[in-house]
């Protein structure tokens, strides 16, 4: 990324250019990127291609302040960190599911970055997570916002990332190109058995919870974890994009309405 880039990215995310790239201001751009950037599956149930290199996701992201899911969000992210000076590392993770069992190979995107402080996991694209970094090289327990964190060493040279006891995911430690990820991407936003394809969602951090919209429920959760959810009705949908997650859409994403790129209109290959 170049500077007029970097600056855009900046500007997108409501942050400041930092003088240094340390852990204090990673910490900094790091939430107010999950303020600002929103997760979410908008662009399956559109039709919309997904592309894993620079200039789209900066367009989606940047250029169209739409969010994404963690190939992007992440990759951006990368990008931005990249061009202030941090030494960034992609790292592929497989994601837990039913009964402790982890998803495919390059399920997920999740970034090691390195800093005079020494080195941190930074992910900005896993829904529900940790709020800050977390120590890359600590096994001791990492209070957050979003939980108690844990990275514990696994037998074959992995790490689990442990929130409140319960595992997310697990990180293979060899640096990756972005392309690696493509293969993820593809079957997260065309299989059949991908959550993404499931289910709708958008969902940002605020300074008082969370607010998601899924589908037409649109939910919002306070730090101390009261919840409230609320129907949107269908003339009022786009406009709940807009206010809550600054998206604009000229129609209604919906769930199986719109097949995955690639895939025919008369069903999965």
Same mark, same amino acid.
């Given at each position: 990324m170049d500077t007029a880039a970097t600056d855009a990215y900046l500007e997108r995310i409501g942050a400041d250019r930092p003088a240094f790239p340390d852990a204090d201001a990673l910490r900094a751009l790091h939430l107010r990127h999950l303020r600002t950037v929103p997760f979410e599956n908008l662009s399956i149930h559109l039709g919309e291609e997904i592309v894993l290199a620079e200039q789209p996701v900066l367009d989606k992201i940047v250029g169209a302040r739409r969010g994404?899911?963690?190939?992007?969000l992440n990759g951006a992210f990368a990008m931005l960190l990249a061009g202030l000076g941090y030494e960034v590392e992609l790292l592929a993770a497989r994601v837990f599911g039913a009964e402790g069992k982890v998803g495919i190979p390059y399920?997920?995107?999740? /970034?090691?970055?390195?800093?005079?402080d020494g080195p941190w996991l930074a992910d900005v694209g896993f829904g529900r997570h940790s709020h800050f970094p977390l120590r890359w090289d600590s096994r001791a327990e990492q209070t957050d916002p979003g939980g108690v964190f844990r990275i514990e060493e696994t037998a074959d040279g992995d790490l689990d990332v442990v929130r409140d006891g319960s595992p997310q995911y697990r990180i293979e430690q060899r640096p990756r190109t972005y392309t690696d990820f493509e293969v993820g991407c593809w079957w997260n936003r065309t299989s059949p058995a991908s959550h993404f394809t499931q289910s709708l969602?958008?969902?940002?951090?605020?300074?008082?919870?969370?607010?998601? /919209?899924?589908g037409r429920t649109l939910v919002t959760t306070a730090v101390d974890g009261a919840r409230e959810e609320r129907l949107v009705a269908a003339d009022e949908i786009l406009a709940a994009y807009r206010e809550h997650f600054?998206?604009?859409l000229d129609r209604e994403p919906v769930v199986g309405e719109v097949p995955p790129p690639g895939i025919g209109a008369q069903g999965r290959s």
């Open positions: 994404g899911f963690c190939y992007e399920d997920h995107l999740a /970034l090691r970055i390195q800093t005079p969602v958008c969902s940002r951090l605020t300074e008082t919870g969370r607010i998601t /919209l899924s600054g998206i604009v």
